[in-house]
């Protein structure tokens, strides 16, 4: 007992140690966003502003005026792609764990070959099909690329093979069909898993800084990280404003987490049984 008392000491302090170095980071960052510039720039590493002020924000959001636009677009292009990700990759995922058909078993190696292929070998082709179909500097243009995932199709699949039969028999006999079971039954019995992939996808699109740069160009159009990269220039860059507009950038992403926090354990553990 003494010896598994003290590992778990251990463990705690480890932990413990762990977290302070992760927030660290962070914490100075949210101080510096109410800093000003010249504080920042002079290298003193104080947590607590000598010249604490809202400016930061202000400025952002009202002298900056695509802050908000930015604002807007992260958030609808990262909930419409999160959306039709949880539909799509969840019917997929449904159906090759559960339906029966011509060319099931490639599919499935094909999409495990998809998880192999680095998202960058795919950016030129997905750049010259965009540009095909018009759709360089829209919102489509973003959605669709990301709107379904080959590890979560993957991730939803080892879910539903374990998700007991007998309840989907059981709709089957109360009269409901193939749709009908997977909305009504299955999908709301698929809460964990729903979660832990939302919180997975929304943070990939949410984050991403790459895919933007390459389809977009129109500054109206731009996201919250290609935004903040208009923050830096040649000879001189906010950190002032890029701390604040960092800190609203992170906010988003806390309350996703803190929303689905109580499924997300469940998720990654595949399991169907509750």
């Known amino acids: 007992m003494k010896k598994r008392s003290v590992g778990r000491n ?57 802050f908000p636009r930015w604002l807007f677009n992260s958030v609808f292009i990262a909930s419409v792609a999160t959306a039709l990700n949880l539909i799509f990759n969840s019917m997929a995922g449904y159906a090759l764990a559960r339906l029966s058909f011509p060319g099931k078993n490639a599919l499935f190696v094909i999409i495990l070959a998809v998880l192999m292929i680095p998202a960058q070998v795919t950016m030129i082709p997905n750049y010259l099909i965009l540009k095909e179909l018009g759709w360089l500097n829209s919102y489509q243009g973003m959605i669709a690329p990301s709107m379904i995932n080959a590890t ?48 997975f996808v929304f943070m990939g699109i949410w984050n991403d800084f790459m895919r933007p740069l390459i389809v977009l160009s129109d500054p109206n159009l731009y996201t919250l990280p290609l935004g903040l990269n208009t923050f830096k220039g040649q000879y001189i860059s906010y950190w002032n404003y890029i701390m604040a507009a960092s800190m609203i950038f992170t906010l988003p992403v806390l309350l996703i987490y803190a929303f689905f926090n109580k499924y997300f354990i469940k998720g990654i553990s595949f399991t169907g049984g509750k």
């Open 152 to 199: 979560f199709i993957f991730m939803m699949r080892q879910f539903f093979i374990n998700f007991p039969k007998e309840l989907e028999e059981a709709a089957l006999i109360d009269g409901l069909n193939r749709f009908g079971i997977f909305f009504k039954v299955v999908l709301p019995l698929a809460r964990p898993a729903l979660a832990a992939q939302t919180i």
């Open 10 to 66: 251990i463990l705690y302090v480890i932990l413990v140690g762990y977290a302070i170095i992760t927030l660290i980071p962070f914490l100075w960052a949210l101080s510096s966003s109410f800093k000003t510039l010249e504080e920042i720039v002079s290298g003193s590493m104080n947590f607590i502003p000598k010249d604490f002020t809202f400016d930061n924000y202000k400025t952002i959001f009202i002298e900056q005026e695509l």
